[in-house]
């Protein structure tokens, strides 16, 4: 089987109703980047950090997946597919995808303060003073700004080795992960689905200016005359 690499950003789950960091009622609305989204954020107020991933994931647990993330799903019968997504949502696992890299980390996940590596099991609230069994303060399994994106060499040696890449509703704006298509091998196919596509068709590039699910479905059918 060829070998399928899906680049996914927060385009694909704006469908599923959560919202995106760069439209205007995004997550930061009303939240400086720097208070809620960095390790110095954290240290001068937990507290309000803490909230701002409750109010994420008690959104993210009211939502479902959507018909991209199930036609992904779909693909693994023809592909072999490996999603890599900055998203740190659950919804391709959920639609039943079963090779999910996440760059960013995963709001249904905690960690120790103490330690980066041992994750654990998240569904509720965080609160200062929630110990992991080590005696450390918990936080949320998320990869904030200033922070080394440890999944990063996995997601690059995924794409180089891809046969055909697949990037969907992200603005290929954000580093690492906007950088990761330049590590596909030279003539690796490209399909890129955003509504307001950041790039433009060339050569091995195909752009489609669509959303998520019907990109997805346009894609597929050039994928598979």
């Known amino acids: 089987m060829k070998k399928l690499v899906v680049l996914t950003g927060a385009g694909i789950s704006a469908e599923s109703g959560i919202s995106t960091f760069r439209d205007s009622g995004g997550l930061w609305e009303g939240h400086d980047v720097n208070e809620v989204a960095t390790p110095e954020g954290f240290a001068a107020n937990p507290a309000l950090v803490l909230d701002f991933y409750n109010q994420r994931r ?5 939502v479902q997946p959507n018909e991209a993330h199930r036609l992904l799903v779909h693909l693994e019968k023809r592909f072999q597919v490996v999603i890599i997504t900055q998203n740190v949502d659950d919804l391709h696992e959920r639609a039943g995808s079963h090779n999910v890299i996440h760059l960013h980390g995963e709001l ?3 960690r120790g303060v103490d330690n980066p590596q041992v994750t654990y ?12 069994p080590t005696g450390a303060q918990l936080r949320p399994h998320i990869v904030w700004f200033g922070e080394e994106v440890p999944m990063l060499d996995q997601a690059i040696e995924e794409v180089y080795t891809a046969d055909v890449l697949m990037i969907i509703g992200t603005s290929l704006q954000v580093y690492p992960a906007a950088g990761l298509m330049n590590y596909r091998k030279e003539g690796t196919p490209v399909f890129y689905i955003d509504p307001n596509p950041s790039l433009h068709s060339r050569g091995d590039l195909t752009v489609i200016a669509q959303k998520a699910s019907t990109g997805v479905a346009k894609a597929i059918e050039l994928i598979i005359p």
Do not use: A, F, M
């Open 58 to 62: 008690r959104q993210l647990l009211e």
């Open 108 to 110: 249904l996940k905690s």
């Open 121 to 132: 099991p998240c569904t509720g609230d965080i609160k200062v003073g929630d110990k992991s």
